[in-house]
Every structure is written in C-alpha cells, then in structure tokens.
C-alpha cells in the first residue's frame, strides 16, 4: 500500500533545496575551513571571500539557525561535528562532494527543460570556476570511494588477477585495495592528463608507485593500454548510452588477453527501473548532466557485453547504490 503523506510532509519535500542551497553556498566559498581556523564576524569573513557583508551575514545567520554554526557577540564559528565533514582537514571530510553536488543542483533546477527538450542542462561554472569544479569532483570521487573501497574489494572475495586496468582511474582509491588485497600484482591507471598528477601523488603516498603505471588518454578517443587480465570499470557506464557502452566494452575487450575479465562496479537496477530508489534518482542525474547516460539493468549490461564478445556475465553484488558489481569474461 502507498504512504499515505499529508499536504505539510509532501511541501517539506519540495522545500528541501533550501537547507542545501545554504549548505552548498558555504562550501563552495569554504565558510567553514575559514571559521574553523578562527571565529569571525561577517564583515571580516567577507572581507577575507571578497564578498559581499550584508549577503554573506544573510548566510551566516541561516547557517547559525540550522545550527551548522554557533553565533555569539557577532563571531561565527563552526561546531565540531561540522568541523570533521565540511574543512579541509576534517577527518571525515566531505567538502569535494558537498561542492561536487553543487553543480549537481545548479543542472537539477533545469530538469523541467531538460524533460521537454531532451538535452542535457546547460553547465553553468560555481564560484570556483571549472578548473576548481573539475577538481572538486575528482576530490569527491576519493571521498566516497576511500572508506569502501576495500570492504567492497574484499568482499568479492580472490580475484586472482596479475594486472589490473584500472578505466578511469581517477586518484587510485579502488586501485589501492585492489593491490593490497592480491599481493605479487600490479596495475595501469587509465585516466585525462589533469587527473594523472593526483593518482601520481596519491600511489606515492601509500607506497604503491613501484606498482602502477600511469597512463593519460581518453578512453573515449584513445585505445587502451593492452596486457592485463582484469579491467576495473569503476562507475563510469552510468555516463554513457547503451551505444556507448558497447562502444567501450570493445574497446576494453581488445585490451584485455584472453581469459581476462571485466569487473563493472555501479548500480543495477531491476527490471521494472524503479528500484533501487537511489538508481531512479540517479538516472534524473544523468539526465541533466548527459547527452545519453542513465543506469542500466543487469539483463542490459549483459546484453552489451556480449555484444562485445564478453561471455559469463554475473552479477557478482547486488546494492543499492553504486556498490553492484558485474563480471565477464573474455573467452581465450
């Protein structure tokens, strides 16, 4: 049976942009890594985002009422549990995705166009401009990725691979577990030559340099690096149409030497499309951000597999959000 809502919790659901847009607008200006360095009053914030103060106060005080920030005699600053999410040294930060939904939100608000004309919405840059955009979505790939890369990896259990090509490979956050997990193996990072530099820093930083190969291309335009055994597509078919996908299946499949397998992380959905509820949200996503992109059944995937010659295919996890994994094999 139906949830039977009442005309004030249905008005709550469409008022929910407002504490976003608030939230969205301090992080892309970075209040709260500011504040949490040092309490100040609004005129000294704005002098400091060469801002606005009368604006910026209007935010400050709404930020204040939804108790994201404490004010006392005029100074603002940030509580501890915000602290740990939204600044750039917050053990849990979240500040890249915060940013990241921003321009997420700034397409959403077209999507009544986008339902009528059938084109992606039109990208409109943050404050940070698109060199800071494409860094903060970078950035937030890492920090959703990081804390379940390896429970993720791990759960799928002895991969038995020599070489992984890591597709798009962004930072290396599933490249990490993927090596700790097989000892003895190694991996290629395939991503744009602006990313390349932050995989380079990370591997790097966790010891595994000796062990990956860095290569920029677009593997869109480029082929692919050739020898491994193991392709890692990482949430990057739900970008793409199906036509695309095939397209990039080919691709993969000529990399990889025979008897090696494809390993696709994203969601699944079920046949009907509405479940799981994350999965029907998330193809409105790629509707206004994508000329083609959506989510994909398994009955789909499997279909576009074979179609480049892939066979076997399973669905390895079923989740409810980017967690699914589906495999295949490339005959030998």
């Given at each position: 049976?139906?949830?039977?809502?009442?005309?004030?919790?249905?008005?709550?659901?469409?008022?929910?942009?407002?504490?976003?847009?608030?939230?969205?607008?301090?992080?892309?200006?970075?209040?709260?890594?500011?504040?949490?360095?040092?309490?100040?009053?609004?005129?000294?914030?704005?002098?400091?985002?060469?801002?606005?103060?009368?604006?910026?106060?209007?935010?400050?005080?709404?930020?204040?009422?939804?108790?994201?920030?404490?004010?006392?005699?005029?100074?603002?600053?940030?509580?501890?549990?915000?602290?740990?999410?939204?600044?750039?040294?917050?053990?849990?930060?979240?500040?890249?995705?915060?940013?990241?939904?921003?321009?997420?939100?700034?397409?959403?608000?077209?999507?009544?166009?986008?339902?009528?004309?059938?084109?992606?919405?039109?990208?409109?840059?943050?404050?940070?401009?698109?060199?800071?955009?494409?860094?903060?979505?970078?950035?937030?790939?890492?920090?959703?990725?990081?804390?379940?890369?390896?429970?993720?990896?791990?759960?799928?259990?002895?991969?038995?691979?020599?070489?992984?090509?890591?597709?798009?490979?962004?930072?290396?956050?599933?490249?990490?577990?993927?090596?700790?997990?097989?000892?003895?193996?190694?991996?290629?990072?395939?991503?744009?030559?602006?990313?390349?530099?932050?995989?380079?820093?990370?591997?790097?930083?966790?010891?595994?340099?000796?062990?990956?190969?860095?290569?920029?291309?677009?593997?869109?335009?480029?082929?692919?690096?050739?020898?491994?055994?193991?392709?890692?597509?990482?949430?990057?078919?739900?970008?793409?149409?199906?036509?695309?996908?095939?397209?990039?299946?080919?691709?993969?499949?000529?990399?990889?030497?025979?008897?090696?397998?494809?390993?696709?992380?994203?969601?699944?959905?079920?046949?009907?499309?509405?479940?799981?509820?994350?999965?029907?949200?998330?193809?409105?996503?790629?509707?206004?951000?994508?000329?083609?992109?959506?989510?994909?059944?398994?009955?789909?995937?499997?279909?576009d597999l074979a179609d480049a010659g892939f066979v076997d295919a399973r669905l390895l996890l079923a989740g409810e959000?980017?967690?699914?994994?589906?495999?295949?094999?490339?005959?030998?």
């Open positions: 049976m139906a949830t039977q809502r009442t005309p004030e919790a249905l008005m709550d659901q469409v008022r929910a942009f407002r504490q976003a847009c608030v939230i969205i607008a301090a992080t892309e200006l970075d209040v709260f890594t500011l504040l949490d360095k040092q309490p100040l009053g609004a005129t000294a914030l704005a002098g400091r985002l060469k801002a606005d103060p009368r604006a910026l106060a209007v935010l400050l005080d709404a930020l204040a009422a939804m108790e994201l920030l404490t004010k006392r005699d005029g100074r603002y600053q940030v509580p501890a549990d915000v602290a740990d999410v939204l600044t750039e040294t917050g053990a849990h930060c979240m500040l890249g995705m915060a940013q990241h939904l921003g321009n997420c939100l700034r397409r959403w608000g077209q999507l009544a166009e986008v339902v009528m004309t059938g084109r992606p919405a039109a990208r409109e840059p943050s404050v940070r401009g698109a060199d800071g955009d494409t860094a903060s979505f970078i950035r937030a790939m890492h920090e959703i990725s990081a804390p379940v890369a390896a429970g993720l990896i791990g759960s799928l259990g002895p991969l038995g691979f020599s070489h992984v090509l890591d597709l798009g490979g962004a930072s290396g956050s599933w490249t990490i577990p993927l090596l700790r997990l097989n000892p003895g193996s190694k991996a290629t990072i395939f991503d744009l030559p602006g990313v390349i530099p932050m995989a380079a820093d990370l591997m790097k930083k966790v010891g595994l340099s000796d062990r990956v190969r860095l290569v920029a291309g677009d593997f869109y335009d480029d082929a692919l690096p050739a020898g491994a055994d193991m392709a890692w597509v990482s949430a990057i078919v739900h970008q793409n149409s199906r036509e695309e996908n095939r397209t990039l299946f080919g691709k993969i499949f000529a990399a990889l030497v025979p008897g090696g397998r494809i390993l696709i992380r994203d969601i699944v959905m079920d046949e009907a499309r509405t479940r799981p509820v994350m999965g029907a949200l998330f193809a409105v996503n790629m509707l206004v951000a994508t000329s083609g992109g959506g989510t994909f059944t398994f009955n789909e995937l499997r279909e959000a980017i967690d699914s994994v589906v495999a295949a094999t490339k005959p030998r």
